[in-house]
C-alpha cells in the first residue's frame, strides 16, 4: 500500500518542521513561503530517514495555492493537511497579518475542499490569543468570511492599526472558520479541527519574550503546568488529530496551552 501523504503548511517554520518530525511514516509534502527554506527542510528531513519532497507557495495566492493541492493530490493517497503558516503581530503590518493567518486560511480550507475524503484530517492553526477575543457580530461575519470584498475595512476599525490586536482577531476568525467547515467537510466524510497553542519555545515566541518579557512572565506566573510549551507538545496533539484514533474529534479546537486559558477565561 502506498503511504499515506500529509501537507504541512509553514514546513520550514518552528512547529511545522516539530509536526513533521511527529509525522514519521507517513509522505511528507513540505510547503513555505520560499524555495530556499523548503529546500534545506526536504533535505533535513530525507537525511534523518524521512520520505519528503517541497514545493514553495505562497499561501495568500490562490492560483499557488492551487497548484500547491494538485501538487499534493500526485503524491499518493492523500490524508491530511497541518496549516501551521503564519505570522505574529511582530511583523508591524495589521494588513499582512490579516492576509497571511485569515484569508489565506480561508483560501486553503476551500482550495482543499476537493481533496476532503473519509477519513482524511484538516488541521488548522489557531492560538490562545483567539480565545481572547470576545464574541460579537459586528466583526465576527467579517472574520468568518475574510475573502469578502470589504471584510477587512470592517475588522480595522476594532485593531486600530496594532499588528498585535489584528493577529488576535485573525486567529479567532481561524477558530470560527473551523466550525463553520465542520459540516461542509463532514459531509464527505473529513475533519476539520483547529489546534491553539499556548507560549511554545519556538523562534516567533523567543521574538515576543525580548519584545515583551514582562506579558511573558505574566503568563508563565498563569500557566498551571508551570512551564512554557515545547513545539513538541504541540506536534503530539496534530499526530493524534490526525489519527484514526481522533475519528470523533472534529469542528473544535484543542488547545495545547499548559492550561494558561483556564485561568484567563474564568
Ligand atoms: N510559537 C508559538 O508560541 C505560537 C503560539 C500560538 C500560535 N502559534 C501559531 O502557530 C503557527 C506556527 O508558528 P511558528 O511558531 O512555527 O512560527 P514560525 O514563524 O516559525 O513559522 C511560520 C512559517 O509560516 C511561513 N509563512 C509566513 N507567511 C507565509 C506565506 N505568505 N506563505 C507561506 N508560508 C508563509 C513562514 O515562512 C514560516 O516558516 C502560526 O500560525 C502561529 O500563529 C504559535
Request: charged letters at 20%.
Amino acid at each position: 500500500m502506498s503511504k499515506e501523504t500529509v501537507l504541512i503548511t509553514g514546513g520550514a517554520g518552528g512547529l511545522g518542521t516539530s509536526c513533521a518530525h511527529a509525522l514519521k511514516g507517513h509522505r511528507l509534502v513540505i510547503t513555505d513561503y520560499a524555495q530556499g527554506p523548503v529546500d534545506r527542510a526536504v533535505a533535513d528531513l530525507k537525511a534523518k530517514g524521512f520520505d519528503a519532497v517541497g514545493m514553495a507557495c505562497d499561501i495568500t495566492d490562490a492560483a499557488a495555492v492551487r497548484k500547491l493541492k494538485d501538487f499534493t493530490a500526485q503524491q499518493g493517497t492523500f490524508k491530511g493537511l497541518v496549516h501551521t503558516a503564519g505570522v505574529s503581530g511582530t511583523v508591524g503590518d495589521p494588513r499582512k497579518v490579516f492576509d497571511i493567518n485569515l484569508a489565506a486560511t480561508a483560501i486553503i480550507v476551500d482550495e482543499f475542499l476537493e481533496l476532503a475524503g473519509p477519513g482524511t484530517a484538516f488541521v488548522l492553526f489557531g492560538s490562545m490569543m483567539g480565545h481572547t477575543v470576545p464574541p460579537d457580530p459586528r466583526y465576527d461575519t467579517a472574520l468568518r468570511d475574510p475573502l469578502k470584498e470589504g471584510a477587512y475595512a470592517v475588522i480595522e476599525p476594532f485593531v486600530q492599526g496594532n499588528a498585535d490586536t489584528m493577529y488576535n482577531f485573525t486567529k479567532r476568525g481561524v477558530l470560527l472558520i473551523c466550525k463553520d467547515n465542520a459540516m461542509r467537510y463532514g459531509k464527505r466524510g473529513a475533519r476539520v479541527v483547529t489546534v491553539s497553542p499556548g507560549v511554545i519555545m519556538t523562534a516567533m515566541a523567543k521574538k515576543a519574550l525580548e519584545e515583551h518579557p514582562a506579558v511573558m512572565k505574566q503568563t508563565l506566573d498563569m500557566t498551571p503546568v508551570g512551564r512554557y510549551g515545547q513545539p513538541e507538545d504541540v506536534a503530539n496533539a496534530v499526530k493524534f488529530l490526525l489519527s484514526a484514533e481522533a475519528g470523533f474529534i472534529t469542528g473544535t479546537d484543542v488547545a495545547v496551552d499548559g492550561g494558561v486559558l483556564s485561568q484567563i477565561l474564568k
